[in-house]
């Protein structure tokens, strides 16, 4: 360890309370950062509400950026906790990194294509990437083209771990019925955490339990 090398924060729920930082944009795998930290990546359907959790995450309401509209965000997006320079000995413990969503028509198919690309290359070869949080709408399940991510990651053995969004707009008692069945659609998947997680970003519930699954992961348990 020389003068300039201090130790990495731990990664904590603690670290969570600390101010974020918006560091880089990655629209095509070329302008990846170079493979340092480990990453936590948030990957769904357009509008699924992926931004609105990492800004829920860091109690940072405008962090990420949020639309009604689908296809909001365009590149990888990457946030790390703020004080660390970036150089060598002085990087962030860890980086979230908020997704392009797949599965929005509308917009024109050039621009769906190459999300949908970068958001394949990313998931399948990123050496530092330790968990996708696959975020599937409380309202709607397991469509079609999560079921092809959710492939892409057992083929690519990623740990990933499934997040209910938006619980608020469903019956409170059909969260737990939908946990269940979401469970046991994903039981013989060889690289699914065996725990699916409920959230509401709008009424803030999930997050702690969220906290603590991703301090586990960059710690390496
Ligand atoms: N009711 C409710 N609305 C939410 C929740 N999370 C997100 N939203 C809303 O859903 C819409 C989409 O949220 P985003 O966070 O932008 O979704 P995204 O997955 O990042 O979308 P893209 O970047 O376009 O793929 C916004 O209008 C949010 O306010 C939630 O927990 N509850
Ligand atoms: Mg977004």
């Not at 365009?74 to 979230?96: H, I, K, R």
């Not at 469970?183 to 509401?200: E, N, Q, Y």
């Not at 999930?206 to 301090?215: K, N, T, V």
């Amino acid at each position: 360890m020389n003068d300039q090398t201090r130790p990495a924060a731990p990664v904590d729920a603690e670290l969570f309370k600390r101010p974020w930082i918006f560091i880089r944009g990655v629209p095509a795998m070329k302008f990846l950062p170079p493979e340092g930290p480990p990453e936590i990546a948030f990957a769904g359907r357009s509008n699924v509400g992926k931004s609105s959790l990492i800004n829920g995450l860091v109690r940072q309401s405008g962090l990420a950026r949020t639309s009604n509209t689908p296809g909001r965000t365009q590149e990888l997006n990457y946030f790390v906790p703020d004080g660390y320079s970036g150089a060598a000995g002085d990087l962030p413990p860890m980086a979230l990194v908020d997704m392009p969503g797949y599965g929005y028509a509308q917009a024109p198919k050039e621009q769906v294509d190459a999300w949908t690309r970068l958001v394949f290359d990313y998931l399948r070869g990123r050496v530092t990437l330790k968990r996708v949080y696959l975020l599937i709408d409380s309202r709607h399940g397991i469509k079609k083209n999560d079921e092809e991510v959710l492939t892409l990651l057992d083929k690519a053995a990623i740990s990933y771990q499934i997040i209910l969004t938006k619980t608020d707009k469903i019956k409170a008692a059909g969260v737990p019925r939908l946990i269940e069945e979401t469970l046991l659609k994903i039981k013989k998947r060889a690289a699914a955490f065996p725990v699916v997680l409920a959230t509401s970003s709008e009424k803030n519930e999930g997050m702690d339990e969220l906290r603590e699954a991703i301090a586990l992961v960059v710690n390496g348990g």
